[in-house]
T-cell receptor, first 110, second 112 residues
Framework: EAQVTQNPRYLITVTGKKLTVTCSQN?????MSWYRQDPGLGLRQIYY???????DKGDVPEGYKVSRKEKRNFPLILESPSPNQTSLYFC?????????FGEGSRLTVL | DQQVKQNSPSLSVQEGRISILNCDYT??????FLWYKKYPAEGPTFLIS?????DKNEDGRFTVFLNKSAKHLSLHIVPSQPGDSAVYFC???????????FGKGTKLTVNP
């Protein structure tokens, strides 16, 4: 089954404790992206990757890092999480402009 | 600057009636438009798309209309069903880029 898998789905953490949200897709897509969804703000792009070892900032990259060492994986790293990073995060991969989304990771930073 | 705008945060319709969700864009380079549907606790799922060479695309109960001169698109759902209750996101991109720009979403409620 074609899918984008994110882990963890839910996480509560404390300010400053580094965390990684993993994302894996099994569709051999070259393009992958991270979004955050916040009330009243819709989906905002954090980072994206056009292919292995090629990443670029989206609209709200501050406080996040990513890496793309393999085609299927695109982890999102929060080196020092802060409460304003409390959000719902979505990973997505794309073929020909159509994005396929994971189920989301709800992160709470206390 | 918001390049894709969905000016109605919410919409409520009766079952069996038509739902019309609207979207405006400002970037004239956009030439590919998509609608995504999102249920609570799930990721957005692709619903329907249209390229700028067309002004209408239909898929079952869902039709998307594009008015390039007005930089406006709309999604029509006929007839609306309670299962259509969800948040609908409009998105746009330029063929030169894979990047999708999303609107803020419209929450549709279809009442039985």
């Amino acid at each position: 089954e074609a899918q984008v898998t994110q882990n963890p789905r839910y996480l509560i953490t404390v300010t400053g404790k580094k965390l990684t949200v993993t994302c894996s897709q099994n569709m051999n897509h070259e393009y992958m992206s991270w979004y955050r969804q916040d009330p009243g703000l819709g989906l905002r792009q954090i980072y994206y990757s056009m292919n292995v070892e090629v990443t670029d900032k989206g609209d709200v990259p501050e406080g996040y890092k990513v890496s793309r060492k393999e085609k299927r994986n695109f982890p999102l790293i929060l080196e020092s999480p802060s409460p304003n990073q409390t959000s719902l995060y979505f990973c997505a991969s794309s073929f020909s402009g159509e994005l396929f989304f994971g189920e989301g990771s709800r992160l709470t930073v206390l | 600057d918001q390049q894709v705008k969905q000016n109605s945060p919410s919409l409520s319709v009766q079952e069996g009636r038509i739902s019309i969700l609207n979207c405006d864009y400002t970037n004239s380079m956009f030439d590919y438009f998509l609608w995504y549907k999102k249920y609570p606790a799930e990721g957005p799922t692709f619903l329907i798309s249209i390229s700028s060479i067309k002004d209408k695309n239909e898929d079952g109960r869902f039709t998307v209309f594009l008015n390039k001169s007005a930089k406006h698109l709309s999604l029509h759902i006929v007839p609306s069903q309670p299962g259509d209750s969800a948040v609908y996101f409009c998105a746009a991109s330029a063929t030169t880029s894979e990047k999708l720009v999303f609107g803020k979403g419209t929450k549709l409620t279809v009442n039985p």
